[in-house]
């Protein structure tokens, strides 16, 4: 059984037990653990059940590579599937759930699919499941979807909050372990700004668990020491919890930081996503041990021996009382040693090679007692939920069994691979280095940066270096190398620290154990335990043609759960290369992508959530729309009052009352959202006249004109009123959405094409509340205020002045878009809610009340105005709308003018804009089409219209609409039908879009 | 005319680990044109009270200013009140050459965040290098802040003056209380001597 010992636990801190529980069972631990030491100390070997085959599973590693145990982690609104237990640090109050399997993870009825193996191999689904293709709707996807996934997805919101920041450094250091380190110092005392993070709670990695000597003292006190020395650096920042996450170009980082994981109830953010800008980056990320493929390798209780080791060293905890160590190298002897020490039994070391003579550590563990067994491998491991024993053979035969040894532990080695994900990330290519077997680094190759130059450089394992000597030697260097680069000088007779020499004997490369292994073994040696692929199936792949790397990975998902094949990428792709009968570096490794281990959702969002999700634009009068029955709707980020709802109305009610008014008495609009842009200069003229279709050089001073405004490939892009405030001065409106876009679009002309043009634009949207007050009482409204005369006289239609109305400084534009006699008020944002006020006071016994955007919507369609969006969706040309009157003859040019010359805008059968009207008096359903005679080559009836915008005028008390038909402008007075989801298709008789005033006397009084 | 009322009406939130205060009314004027001319400069400096600023720099006396927005854009700053005088004193100085000045102080909303921990709360915000060895008290910048355009200026050691669109003003007050909600000091950034933070 797997249990704490009395001893050892580098990490823990007896003197804070913790409790918490797994699966509703209460447990205890101590601050230091994580839920992976703390379970085991509890016993508890079983944590979860496989993806395909729901094989029980225990913890294989101790860190981040982990690939089997993960959990449903909380409850409500800090519930979390997926949660890898070895990188989970305990809390009191902890708990955890086991995932994938019912009813219970004890016994699971998935857990047949194990003994269906033989019937799922790789790329089963694929096979299985393309026939008959009706069973894939109805039979095979609901047996899927309800067979798939691990963790359960979280029902409740979120309650924490999360976080970026923006950082920036001469030098990024990733990985905290001595070779990170010793990186941080030496970049430290070269004056460069330096940033260290470490995705651990402790700095130091292996070293302090594996031992050794460095500077004469122990490695763990060598770590203290360095640390020491480098907190004191004022330019170097030292983080913990926090992961480097993602190398992208231009040296830019992702570092992902768990601030309150470990501890849920304190205050401030959950999660900060770190952006950092770094000169260069160091991946001091280390190195992952490699498990060897034998039969039964999943089993609970088969771990890397670095993890055996690491339970025992830093969290006191036994894996197993008998543990077998079955290796290709010398380093998996540590654990063999640190097992012994801890007091704990080692019936024997299997090792695959046979070496002439006995290594230091060989030697060592002799001298311990414990049995070593050249030449031999696991030829199964015998147990189901549990190790009970191994079945030992020849490596160099097919597996027949030579002894059985009973045990309840086996802690493997198949050697180390460097973590190359963020030296791939961004194009760092790699080398294979046949010493250990493994990619490192190709330091020739580096990712570079925009001058050309490599911008990451590996640092200690991570760049292949196992020894200590080497890994500090190596990081020393690499520091020294980059601190020099960017040009900052190291102190003189700065050296690397030195580490005691042990002699290593070379690894041997063990793909397959025994290396003779027949189908039978083969079928139940896991590589990727998450997703269940076996050395079989990638086999398999290969005999299926599966020839890449990449498509082999896809076709078995070997790599490719949540663990990214942090374990499984090496020995996969060897197995491929064997069964392909290449070279392993032929056949290449799979892509490394960002993120190194899965970062939050949540994190990456950042302090988007909640009420700053999304900004929300707001005029100055908002709060006044929110506190008077407004329903609003978003245009762009703004949210415009679409109708102020009285109690007891419905908002089709309120629609129909403002209209109603509006024509009738007084209505009031905050149209501060149109834009307002200033166009001044000597060239200002010149460069509107190519910006809207028609003349605004000619405007004079004083006086409005409606303008349209289209893109060089002659499509409508906006339109609005251009008012002439001086000899160099015009100001441009725009549509609500148009002001930032039309404003860049203007800026874009003269930056790129015309910049030699004497011409400014300023965008002054936000300036002013604007306020229009429409209808036939809206004179007597600013009469009744007082101040300027704003009499027909003196201000006529599509005139504007500027002048006083009690009491506010104002500029006035006699413009209209309801066809009622309309003012639009332009006035300082900051007075714009006074001055709202005041007209509604004045307004009163007029009759004055709010409408909103439908209001507004109807009381255009009723005047047949187009509406930018509407009518428009960006294929649609002026001439389509019968805009021909705003379109100058008299321009030599204007944006758009050539492209509406050619043949297919100019061409005859384009849509044009007719009104239409239900001939029951319906309203028309939005974006119908109207239906033509017989089907186009595809089958499909042939259309020849669609309504663009429809709405029941209370005025006219009927359905009116406008839309876009072939031919239509000849063909008044024609009835034709158009399609209805609803029922059966709706005949509508095409009519004149101006419905209501033809003659604009309403508004020009 | 009534009394000017700003976007937020000057609220403010001292509960996390800096200040944040709506400030304002600040009398601001776009002034466009050929930074390099002398009639421009001029005519900036001499109605501002202070010399124009080198690319990235905002210079300030007591209530009046000049900051750098573009190779070709300045804005002055001066009391609210004064801000429509100011355009016509700026454009009756440049006379007759090319230039555009444009009152935006109502489309602006201004704020103040200050603490020891200010530099920590911009830097969640902005992508802008905010180590107390880079940038310095009259240094400015056009960022944005989360999601919105926005510029800001450090005016002291401790204190940051925002500015950013008027609609935006509600937004931009929410994002920083959240930057500020306590318990999140980075702890990035030496304090200066003598500074403690509330973290």
Known sequence: MSTRLATGGRLLNKAKPLSFSFNGKQMRGYQGDTLASALLANDQMLMGRSFKYHRPRSVVASGAEEPNGLVNLGREGRFEPNARVTTTELFDGLEAASQNHWPSLEFDVGAINARLSRFLPAGFYYKMFMYPRSFWKHVYEPIIRHSAGLGKAPKSRDVDTYEHFHAFCDILIVGGGVAGLEAARTAGLSGARVVLMEQTDHWGGRAPVDGGTVEGVAADQFVENLVEEIAAMPNVQMRLRCMGAGVYDHGYVLGYERLTDHQPDAAGPRHRLWRIRASHVITATGAIERPLSFAGNDIPGVMLASAVRDYAVNF????????????????????AIALRHAGLDVPAILDARVLPQDSELMAQAKALGIRVLMGHAVASVQGSKRVTGVAVCSQAGEGAVLEEITCDAVAMSGGWSPVVHLWSHCGGKLR????????SPDVDQPPKGADGLGFVTPAGAASGMFALDDVLHDAHAAADGVATSLGFKLPKDLTAPHAERREETPMAPVWMMPQGAGTKLREKAWLDYQNDVKVSDVRLAAQEGFVSVEHAKRYTTLGMATDQGKLSNINGLATLAGALDMEIPAVGTTTFRPPYHPISMAAIGGEARGNVFQPIRRTPMHHWHETNGAEFEPVGHWRRPYAYVRSGESTHDAVMREVTNTRKNLGLLDASTLGKIIVRGPDA???????????????????????LMCSENGFLIDDGVVARIDDQTWLCHTTTGGADRIHQHMEEWLQTEWWDWQVHTVNVTEQYAQIAVVGPNARKCLEKLGGMDVSAEALGFMDWADGEIGGFKVRVYRISFSGELSYEIAIDASHGQAFWDA????????????YGTECLHILRAEKGFIMIGDETDGTIIPQDLGLNWAISKKKEDYLGKRAQERSHMADPTRWKLVGLEATDGSTLPDGAYAVGEGTNENGQRNTMGRVTSTYHSPTLDKGIAMGLVLNGPDRMGEVISFSNLEGAPVEARIVDPVFYDKEGKKQNV | MSEPVTALNNTSDATGIAAVSEIGPVGMITLRGDLNASYLRKAAAQIAGVDVPAPLGCNSSDNRGIAWMSPDELLVMCPYAEAGETVEKLEKAIGSNFATAANVSDGRAVFRVSGPLAREVMAKLSPVDLDPAIFKPGMFRRTRLAQVPAAFWMTDDETFQIFCFRSVAQYVFDVLKVAAQSGSAVGHFPLAEGQSANT
């Open chain 1, 432 to 439: 294979w280095d046949t010493a250990h077997a493994c990619f």
């Open chain 1, 316 to 335: 006191g905890v036994s894996v197993g009382d008998r543990t077998v160590v079955v290796t290709n190298n010398d380093n998996a002897y540590l654990t």
């Open chain 1, 839 to 850: 007209l509604t006071v004045a307004g009163n016994d007029l009759g004055i009340m709010p």
């Open chain 1, 685 to 707: 003229g010149r460069f509107l006249d190519m910006m809207y279709t028609n003349m605004m050089s000619t405007l004079k001073p004083g006086k409005c004109r409606y303008g």
